[in-house]
């Protein structure tokens, strides 16, 4: 039986962006606007980067968020049953937002109909965290740790603690902060949709 490849790194990503143009890491930087010592230490994956600045990566660059994920293969992806994959938070993929820390699971399949995301959530209240988020598709959330207060737009707000978990509509306007006396609460969510593009939706959330 053939050895599943190690998905790609987000160094890895970036170094083949940089060789399909013909860049040496100056001109990389001065396409990205991303120092070149940042980048050299991205290559080496010794250091990772911010959403904030894979949001610039990508505008700059003219590329999707998710596609620094993991590299599209330029041959169709084919069409089959069996997939798996490990999650481990090492090979997870974090993006650091002013209300949560995600760290997106399973990064190395594309085209999922899940999205499976471990998420540490700091918001401790309605108004610290803004207004209610809305994307397409359906959503469970199980607290692993502390405790959450559930928002949204048609229910009371109700609490859950760790070992409890809520399923909803995520075209309703929702948040989950952490409940009163928990500084932080970390749970697993899973995010899912009928149609394509939920990781770009979800990524368009974190700006």
Not at 46 to 58: A, G
Request: with cysteine; charged share 25%.
């Amino acid at each position: 039986m053939a050895t599943r490849e190690k998905p790609p790194t987000l160094g890895q990503v970036m170094r083949g962006i940089r060789s399909r143009n013909g860049w040496t890491l100056k001109e990389m930087s001065e396409q990205s606007g991303i120092p070149v010592s940042t980048l050299s230490k991205v290559e080496h994956d010794r250091l990772t980067l911010s959403y904030d600045k894979l949001q610039q990566v990508s505008q700059r660059l003219n590329i999707r968020m998710s596609d620094l994920f993991a590299e599209q293969s330029d041959e169709a992806i084919p069409q089959v049953t069996g997939r798996r994959s490990l999650a481990t938070l090492d090979k997870a993929v974090r993006v650091t937002t002013d209300n949560y820390d995600y760290f997106y699971l399973c990064t190395d399949l594309r085209q999922k109909r899940m999205i499976p995301i471990i998420t540490r959530i700091r918001a401790r209240s309605a108004s610290e965290f803004g207004e209610l988020v809305h994307h397409p598709g359906e959503e469970f959330i199980y607290v692993i740790e502390g405790a959450i207060e559930v928002h949204s737009e048609f229910y009371d707000t109700v609490v859950l603690h760790a070992g409890e978990g809520i399923y909803l509509d995520s075209n309703m306007g929702h948040a989950y902060v952490a409940a009163d006396g928990c500084d932080e609460a970390v749970v697993l969510g899973m995010c899912s949709s009928a149609g394509e593009g939920l990781m770009d939706s979800l990524m368009d959330l974190h700006g």
